[in-house]
């Protein structure tokens, strides 16, 4: 199976700046993104993580969040990299430490097998605390962050 780089789907419109303390206020807003990228609606993408949330936490450690659902006919997946101003310590995570990167993945319901290369390709590029680091303190500068995604 060929591995899906998930930076090949990310663009400018895929780096937020996320603002508020709790899980509820930043997945509202990545929320609203992912369905005006998506064409989606809105109520539908926040059951679907919601939902996803409530059966396991997506609070990987190390800083990461990665929600990820999967919606019927998607043309493409969307990925969006949310860069959380404050410290979100409600997110439960493995770890026990406060979220400040959120990657959430929307990708169509009916590839299976590209749903998980491309979860498995964000999953093993975020967990590295030092890429981490370098997306928090290049908040400001989301043509940055999309570099580092990218290469």
């Keep these: ?10 663009t400018k419109d895929s780096v937020i700046v996320l603002h508020g303390e709790d899980k ?3 997945f509202d ?16 993408v926040s059951r679907l993580v919601w939902k996803r949330e409530n059966m396991m936490p997506t609070g990987v450690g190390q800083g ?4 990820h659902i999967r919606v019927e006919r998607m043309d493409k997946p969307v990925i969006l990299v949310g ?13 026990g430490q406060p979220v400040r990167v959120i990657v959430f993945i929307a990708a169509d319901d009916a590839d299976q097998e590209g749903y998980l290369s491309l ?4 999953s093993s590029k975020m967990r590295n605390a030092e890429l ?20």
Excluded: W
């Design 83 to 95: 860069v959380c101003d404050s410290e979100i310590v409600d997110y439960e995570t493995q770890d």
């Design 64 to 67: 990461l969040g990665l929600p």
């Design 119 to 122: 979860l498995s390709s964000v």
């Design 132 to 151: 981490i680091n370098q997306i928090i303190e290049n908040i400001t500068k989301p043509a940055q962050i999309l570099k580092l995604l990218q290469d």
């Design 24 to 26: 509820k206020t930043v």
């Design 1 to 10: 199976m060929e591995k899906i780089q998930f930076g090949k789907f990310l």
């Design 29 to 44: 807003q990545m929320v609203a993104q992912v369905a005006d990228l998506a064409h989606l609606d809105r109520d539908v």
